[in-house]
């Protein structure tokens, strides 16, 4: 059975950087005293990190969100009394849920408990309704679930998001910031007797999506495939 999800964004990150200033600095070997990069250091991680959140489709850092989850029904009266076998939440890992309500009729709710009626799959972003007689797990009926939570990888600002993930955007930032001024378009420039420059033009071996292999392969992981 499929279901439909109205997602809100109770309360927002305060910022979507997956680094920070201090740590890009520390891999350029910029003194911390030296602050004359820093506007533009700080411009590249934002837009770096950005581009890795659009690729992975998921916001990282903890967010509270709100899903309004509606499983799918026949119109009445020939409703189907089909279940749903969990309650996939729009964001996962899961840090808590704070609430659960089920709403039976216009009107009417039911606010379910943790551990009783239902248990959290932190990982997944799963709700798996219990039986309250057997506590066993069943189906979600189909009835119209609020489910508010907090979800995410890490505390905005804390600057300990996960280490590989951070890696990749610092790599990302670094070459970025490594390249500024530099005429992409260079293939080749040579001086007798003191050296010659060659330059990547387009994608580098391997590379059929916006980042190189390695990169990518690591942001793998964090991928959410896009429903078709």
Do not use: H
Not at 60 to 66: D, L, R
Not at 139 to 156: C, H, I, K, L, R
């Amino acid at each position: 059975m499929s279901v439909r999800i109205i997602s809100t964004v109770l309360t927002a990150a305060s910022s979507y950087d997956l680094t920070t200033l201090a740590n890009i600095k520390d891999d350029l070997a910029i003194p911390s005293t030296d602050t004359s990069s820093d506007a533009t250091l700080a411009r590249f991680i934002t837009e770096q990190s950005a581009l890795v959140a659009q690729y992975c489709n998921r916001v990282f850092p903890i967010e509270t969100i709100q899903d309004v989850i509606y499983p799918d029904r026949d119109p009445y009266p020939y409703q189907v009394t089909g279940m749903v076998g969990e309650l996939q939440l729009s964001r996962w890992p899961l840090v808590s849920v704070t609430s659960v309500t089920d709403t039976v009729a216009v009107g009417v709710a039911n606010t379910l408990v943790s551990g009783t009626d239902y248990q959290v799959d932190p990982v997944r972003g799963w709700l798996t309704k219990i039986d309250p007689n057997t506590g066993y797990p069943t189906g979600w009926s189909p009835d119209q679930y609020t489910v508010q939570y907090e979800a995410g990888y890490y505390e905005a600002g804390s600057g300990n998001p996960p280490p590989d993930l951070e890696m990749a955007v610092l790599r990302l930032v670094t070459a970025r910031f490594k390249a500024r001024g530099r005429d992409p378009f260079l293939r080749s420039q040579g001086e007798p007797g003191v050296g010659n420059e060659q330059y990547w033009i387009g994608a580098l071996p391997g590379q059929t999506g916006p980042f190189p292999p390695d990169i990518a392969a690591v942001l793998e992981k964090y991928r959410v495939p896009l429903a078709t």
